[in-house]
């Protein structure tokens, strides 16, 4: 069973009750599955692992954007079934940038199929040549009629060649760098859009490398809007989105930790030791800069 007690500061009742019925969900369900014996059957495990965590409602915390609840789900997938994990984490990944857009086509087309696992997502950003600095990425969306043009090359992507859609990021002007990123929803079955090859690690985990070539989608799979560079679902404003809980407060002093901590510094009662509240107000502010 899950154990909450380290973070129960930081849980609401409803994140208790989650804990339980998660952990027991997994313990049963996911703790006796066979590892898959090779890459194949790995693939073909994450696709049943998605229907099975859609149907039982466990990507829903996803949807409401609840991070605590969306930390526990994971914690409980990943002690079961590390693959159930990935599918859990790809399916957020895939999804999120749709949510924090304000792009309903989108939303209507895929997210009560990804939600209720009958769609696999993929997040693709990282290139041969761009991984940890996203804003350097060569992928290209070229303005093409009243649509797209991708072109470019994704590796280490995970759900490569079994996702139903790819959230992609590229470049729209690359004058602009970081600024002119879009971030681009893509069917799998866009012409154009092609698996180059697995890649195949020594645990389970379907992962691959993807080539766009002119591959065309319309104006409206763009999450960002059409001539808003950098917008919503750019790779910042994810990193910098509000998250639905800790409530913003906390939220707000994680956004300048350095005059959080001068504040409780001053507010402190001198002991060397932090008191559990002003060591939860410092864990709050996290990550130090
Ligand atoms: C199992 C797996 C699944 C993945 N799934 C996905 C996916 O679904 N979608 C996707 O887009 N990507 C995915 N990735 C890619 C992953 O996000 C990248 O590996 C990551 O962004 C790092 O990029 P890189 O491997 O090119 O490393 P690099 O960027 O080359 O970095 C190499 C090392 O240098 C360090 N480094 C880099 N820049 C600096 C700097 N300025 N200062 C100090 N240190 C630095 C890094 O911390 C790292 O230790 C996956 C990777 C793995 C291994």
Not at 58 to 80: K, T
Not at 150 to 176: C, E, M, P, Q
Request: glycine share 6%; charged share 25%.
């Amino acid at each position: 069973m899950l154990d909450t007690a380290p973070v129960r500061a930081f849980l609401d009742d409803t994140h208790m009750t989650l804990a339980e019925r998660v952990s027991d969900f997994a313990t049963r369900l996911l703790a006796p599955l066979a590892e898959p014996k090779d890459d194949a059957a790995a693939r073909h495990q994450a696709r049943e692992l998605l229907a099975q965590l859609g149907t039982a409602g466990w990507f829903q915390p996803i949807r409401d954007q609840d991070w605590r609840a969306c930390c526990i789900v994971r914690e409980a997938l990943a002690a079961a079934s590390p693959l159930a994990d990935a599918v859990f984490a790809l399916q957020a990944l895939g999804v999120v940038p749709m949510l924090l857009s304000s792009n309903d086509t989108m939303r209507k087309r895929w997210l009560d199929a990804a939600i209720q696992g009958r769609a696999m997502a993929s997040f693709a950003m990282t290139e041969p040549e761009a991984g940890s600095d996203a804003a350097s990425l060569g992928a290209t969306a070229e303005p093409d009629g009243d649509g797209y043009l991708l072109s470019g090359t994704k590796t280490f992507i995970s759900n490569a060649g079994i996702a139903d859609f790819y959230t992609v990021f590229a470049t729209t002007d690359r004058a602009k760098k970081d600024k002119g990123i879009g971030c681009f929803v893509v069917p799998a079955d866009t012409p154009g859009v092609r698996l180059v090859r697995p890649l195949v690690l020594s645990s389970p985990h379907p992962l691959g490398e993807i080539a766009f070539q002119k591959a065309r989608v319309p104006a409206e799979c763009r999450l960002d809007g059409p001539g808003k560079d950098s917008s919503s679902a750019s790779p910042r404003s994810i990193a910098s989105a509000p998250p639905s809980a800790p409530p913003r407060a906390a939220w707000r002093r994680a956004r300048s930790p350095r005059r959080w901590r001068m504040r409780s510094r001053a507010g402190s009662s001198g002991s060397r030791w932090p008191t559990s509240s002003s060591f939860k107000r410092s864990w709050l502010a996290w990550p130090p800069i």
